[in-house]
């Protein structure tokens, strides 16, 4: 157990649908990265949130959001769903301090896009 | 481009013997390296991290680090059936996020 929780742990969606992804990170962690792994690859980083500001991102288009709440969890939101955004999103706690970082991730969300 | 290069597999090894696998990287710099498990379904589960050159041991895990070559590397020692699934090598530039490898497919066969 890393004590990353994200919910739902699994979601149909059709295409043009919103969706949410919800993250509860480990206590003590100030930072929340998500990532988006396509069956067959490792995980693609879509964006990181620390102290409650995006401070990076990956190559996903705008439609990809997200929020951190002063209690460090996080949201992941897509807009106007498409069916190559079937994955398994996983969200990852980590306390940054430069570059010896560990992240753990939470059990992850399987998103399914019809 | 920071990229993570790593045979897909699978990689099959009996029971009980050593099971290597192997990570190239792009881009010298500092970085930090990270070895996760994944079993089919679920998410990725951090195994080792290291920083520095050389080895680092923990219990039937090695990892080994060369930075000049650009390569880093996770011996698994008495491999058992329970090994089987898929490492994912990781690798942090500075305060980058993350960048995986697609993983290699490691088979442990009784």
């Known amino acids: 157990e890393t004590g990353v929780t994200q919910s739902p742990t699994h979601l149909i969606k059709t295409r043009g649908q919103q969706v949410t992804l919800r993250c509860s990170s480990q206590?003590?962690?100030?930072?929340v990265s998500w990532y988006q792994q396509a069956l067959g690859q490792g995980p693609q980083f879509i964006f990181q949130?620390?102290?409650?500001?995006?401070?990076g991102r990956g190559n996903f288009p705008p439609r990809f959001s997200g929020l951190q709440f002063p209690n460090y969890s996080s949201e992941l939101n897509v807009n106007a769903l498409e069916l190559d955004d079937s994955a398994l999103y996983l969200c990852?706690?980590?306390?940054?301090?430069?570059?010896?970082?560990?992240?753990?991730f939470g059990q992850g969300t399987r998103l399914t896009v019809v | 481009q920071k990229e993570v290069e790593q045979n897909s597999g699978p990689l099959s090894v009996p029971e009980g013997a050593i099971a290597s696998l192997n990570c190239t990287y792009s881009d010298r710099g500092s970085q930090s390296f990270f070895w996760y498990r994944q079993y089919s379904g679920k998410s990725p589960e951090l195994i080792m991290f290291i920083y520095s050159n050389g080895d680092k041991e923990d219990g039937r895990f090695t990892a080994q680090l060369n930075k000049a070559s650009q390569y880093v590397s996770l011996l698994i020692r008495d491999s058992q059936p329970s090994d089987s699934a898929t490492y994912l090598c990781?690798?942090?530039?500075?305060?980058?996020?993350?960048?995986f490898g697609k993983g290699t497919r490691l088979s442990v066969i009784a």
């Open positions: 206590s003590g962690h100030n930072t």
């Open positions: 949130y620390y102290r409650e500001e995006e401070n």
């Open positions: 990852a706690s980590s306390f940054l301090r430069g570059q010896d970082t560990e992240a753990f």
């Open positions: 990781a690798v942090k530039w500075g305060n980058t996020p993350l960048v």
